[in-house]
């Protein structure tokens, strides 16, 4: 079969912009003021928690920030793909031109160019100033914390540290609080895999990652009670990894305060096991502890800790590895305090990440080895 030669394309020459570019332009650009005014003035609570009323010093600089790189993204965007369509329908191909019309190439606009390249640097110098700005203010704040306190995150719960604590609260139990007004330093770090602390609210978040001490500088403007989320996907559990903050006048803080070391240092170490759940109990132990620990055989079937099986019955070790009666108390206080001893090292409750009701869970599941 012959081949036919395509015909080469017939280019025609188009004039101007077309007569509807001037009254698109004005349409486009009454658009693109309509919504910088909606994104500037108008309360958008369902992109900014409590954005009429922010619950942080920095959450004024990041809304600010998120509203100039929304009205100049919406414009980008609108300006952008309107003049893709119009000049579509524009330069379309009429019904009485060849198939394989063309438009003149432009080569050479060096008006053009230099616009198209002079705005997009001027934006973004402009972005990286403000940035700037509000980054600075976050990472060095003005003044000495206050409080200094940390959160050290766990598969699947938070743990808040406070000065003058003899124990941790744990979430979803133990809330964080903090004192309104008052700048706070918060420590974050993970005693397992990366999670991020996430406070909507304050807009602020920070990654807590093992072996990494980060640092959030945070004054609560108001007093309230907020979610704290887990945004960094750490495991099967990360969607119920959740604490509550709980901001409060410094004087209610204090009293807090107050009332928690006592009731932490009363109750160090005791775990309120009734209701301890074998079965979650289970899903602890091979999450946690089945690197060191065997759940099958005998007490002497030893990985790198002794196998638990009949842990409270077997005659051959009628005692706890640190000489305890092997009661459901003992082996709690085991796992609270860990230990050190001539078989080896077992790491306490904060370096394991155990909450009270991992705890109560994890005696309920070793007594009822049997
Ligand atoms: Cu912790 Cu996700």
Redesign the pocket.
């Known amino acids: 079969m012959a081949r036919v030669a395509p015909s080469a394309p017939q280019i025609i020459a188009t004039k101007g912009i077309g007569p509807g570019f001037v009254p698109f332009t004005i349409v486009l650009t009454i658009i693109n003021v309509a919504i910088a005014l909606a994104v500037i003035y108008l309360p958008l609570n369902f992109l900014l928690p409590q954005e009429s009323n922010p619950a942080s010093d920095s959450a004024v600089g990041i809304d600010a920030l998120f509203k100039f790189m929304t009205v100049f993204g919406s414009a980008i965007t609108i300006y952008v793909s309107g003049y893709t369509a119009y000049f579509a329908w524009v330069f379309r191909r009429r019904p009485d031109e060849a198939i394989n019309t063309v438009g003149v190439p432009i080569h050479d606009a060096p008006k053009l160019e230099f616009w198209w390249t002079l705005l997009p640097t001027v934006l973004l110098v402009v972005l990286m100033a403000f940035t700037i700005v509000v980054w600075k203010q976050i990472n060095f704040p003005t003044s000495a914390a206050a409080l200094t306190m940390e959160v050290v ?1 766990h ?2 719960n938070f743990e808040f540290r406070y000065p003058g604590l003899s124990g941790s609260l744990y979430s979803p139990q133990g809330e964080m609080h903090l004192p309104a007004g008052k700048p706070i330093k918060i420590l974050i770090s993970s005693g397992d895999v990366i ?2 602390f996430w406070v909507p609210e304050f807009r602020l978040k920070a990654a807590a990652v093992p072996g990494l001490v980060t640092e959030l500088n945070v004054t609560p403007t108001h007093n309230g009670r907020y979610d704290i989320v ?1 945004s ?3 495991g099967v559990n ?1 969607s119920i ?1 959740q604490a509550q903050l709980v901001v409060e006048p410094p004087d209610k803080f204090d009293a807090w305060l107050s009332h928690e070391r006592v009731a932490v240092a009363a109750t160090a170490g005791q775990v309120q096991l009734a209701g301890g759940d074998a079965g979650a109990g289970k899903t602890t132990f091979t999450a946690k502890c089945s690197a060191c620990h065997n759940a099958a055989g005998s007490y002497d079937q030893k990985i790198v800790g002794p196998g638990l099986n009949h842990l409270t019955d077997d005659p051959a070790h009628p005692k706890l590895v640190n000489g305890d009666d092997p009661s459901p108390e003992n082996i709690a206080m085991l796992l609270v305090k860990g230990y050190q001893g001539p078989i080896g090292v077992m790491p306490n409750r904060q370096a394991n990440g155990l909450s009270d009701a991992d705890i109560a869970n994890l005696v309920a599941y070793l007594i009822s080895l049997k």
């Open positions: 995150a598969q699947f999670h991020q887990c960094e996907y750490c990360h990894m």
